[in-house]
């Protein structure tokens, strides 16, 4: 049974310090998509990658936050230096094309103090 | 741009009961419409989709849903409820017109009670 990977899934951190999310696409999906969950913003789309290349990453606070694929089995999403307003649940999810049906991982719960 | 509406935060019913949790769009081309649920602590999960062909899609635990193009919705309905079906619902869609990113309605949280 083929599922998206997250790491850690959970994470508490103080302000400042640098938090690094790690995502395992579903063997063969060819994007990946980063997302970022809290009660007041709903979803929201952070980056994707399409082929291992960012298409668009106007999502993310640029000062901060960095989302790379160094291969085809990893994606990393950066905060540095994350800030208490980080605090969400992180998402990442990937899929066949970037029409397709996307499969999401089980998040990442960041807490930042 | 794309835009996706879900007009009620919660939606009660009782057990047995049809369902519908309602979702309406907006877009500039065609749309691409999605369903998923979130159970807690849990990712989404894929329920359905519409893409094109017939506008009722049916979709996994029995959910369904209908393109509606004329009014711009794409409801989902169950025919009865179960209390396992309770969870948060997120409409999403993607107008192909106007690039590559899913749109997420606000969720709609629905509540099954015995």
């Known amino acids: 049974d083929a599922r998206v990977t997250q790491t850690p899934r959970h994470k508490v951190t103080e302000m400042g310090q640098e938090v690094t999310m790690r995502c395992q696409p579903i063997l063969g999906h060819n994007t990946v998509f980063w997302y970022r969950q809290t009660m007041m913003q709903g979803l929201e789309l952070l980056a994707y990658?399409?082929?291992?290349?960012?298409?668009?990453d106007s999502g993310m606070p640029k000062d901060r936050f960095s989302a790379e694929m160094p291969d085809a089995t990893l994606a990393t999403l950066k905060i540095q230096p994350s800030e208490p307003r980080d605090s969400a649940v992180y998402f990442c999810?990937?899929?066949?094309?970037?029409?397709?049906?996307?499969?999401f991982g089980p998040g990442t719960r960041l807490t930042v103090l | 741009a794309q835009s996706v509406a879900q007009p009620e935060d919660q939606v009660n019913v009782a057990e047995g009961n049809p369902l519908t949790v309602k979702c309406t769009y907006s877009?500039?081309?065609?749309?691409?419409l999605f369903w998923y649920v979130q159970y807690p602590n849990r990712g989404l999960q894929f329920l359905l989709k519409y893409i094109t062909g017939d506008n009722l899609v049916k979709g996994s635990y029995g959910f369904e849903a209908e393109f509606n193009k004329s009014q711009t919705s794409f409801h989902l309905k169950k025919p009865s409820a179960l209390v396992s079906d309770s969870a948060l619902y997120f409409c999403?869609?993607?107008?192909?017109?106007?690039?590559?990113?899913?749109?997420f309605g606000g969720g709609t949280r629905l509540m099954v009670k015995p």
């Open positions: 990658f399409r082929n291992r290349a960012p298409l668009d």
């Open positions: 877009v500039s081309g065609n749309p691409y």
């Open positions: 999403a869609v993607r107008d192909d017109n106007a690039g590559n990113m899913l749109t």
């Open positions: 999810a990937s899929g066949l094309a970037l029409v397709d049906t996307q499969y």
